[in-house]
């Protein structure tokens, strides 16, 4: 009888670990599902924005600078001209794909 009942334990000890299998291969899919899919479509839009720009461009960087793109170098930086005659040199990653996006619709809202 006895050694019944540990059988028996121990088979249903396995079909517990299936089921915690499978409960963790759930976990891993829906986390990638709600967090490493949409960061990767993101990063990969963001990328495709910056190769993008052109001299001309109206911009906003993460800190919050306006201006417009006035040279692009070829080792990741861009000349900014903030104001007539002002310029700063930024690394391109630094542009804002969301902020720049907004503006850019305000400023076709005001025509």
Same mark, same amino acid.
């Given at each position: 009888?006895?050694?019944?009942?540990?059988?028996?334990?121990?088979?249903?000890?396995?079909?517990?670990?299936?089921?915690?299998?499978?409960?963790?291969?759930?976990?891993?899919?829906?986390?990638?599902?709600?967090?490493?899919?949409?960061?990767?479509?993101?990063?990969?839009?963001?990328?495709?924005?910056?190769?993008?720009?052109? #001299?001309?461009? /109206?911009?906003?960087?993460?800190?919050?600078?306006?201006?417009? =793109? !006035? %040279?692009?170098?070829? $080792?990741?930086?861009?000349?900014?001209?903030?104001?007539?005659?002002?310029?700063? #040199?930024?690394? /391109?990653?630094?542009?804002?794909?969301?902020?720049?996006?907004? =503006? !850019? %619709?305000?400023?076709? $809202?005001?025509?």
């Amino acid at each position: 009888m006895y050694l019944n009942s540990v059988l028996l334990a121990g088979n249903a000890q396995q079909g517990g670990g299936m089921v915690q299998l499978v409960m963790m291969g759930a976990i891993i899919l829906v986390f990638w599902l709600f967090m490493i899919r949409p960061q990767a479509k993101k990063a990969k839009e963001q990328k495709k924005f910056v190769d993008d720009m052109q #001299k001309g461009d /109206k911009v906003v960087t993460i800190a919050g600078i306006h201006g417009t =793109i !006035n %040279k692009i170098n070829e $080792d990741g930086t861009l000349q900014l001209e903030v104001s007539p005659g002002s310029y700063l #040199k930024i690394e /391109k990653s630094t542009i804002s794909m969301e902020w720049t996006a907004a =503006i !850019n %619709k305000s400023a076709a $809202d005001k025509k």
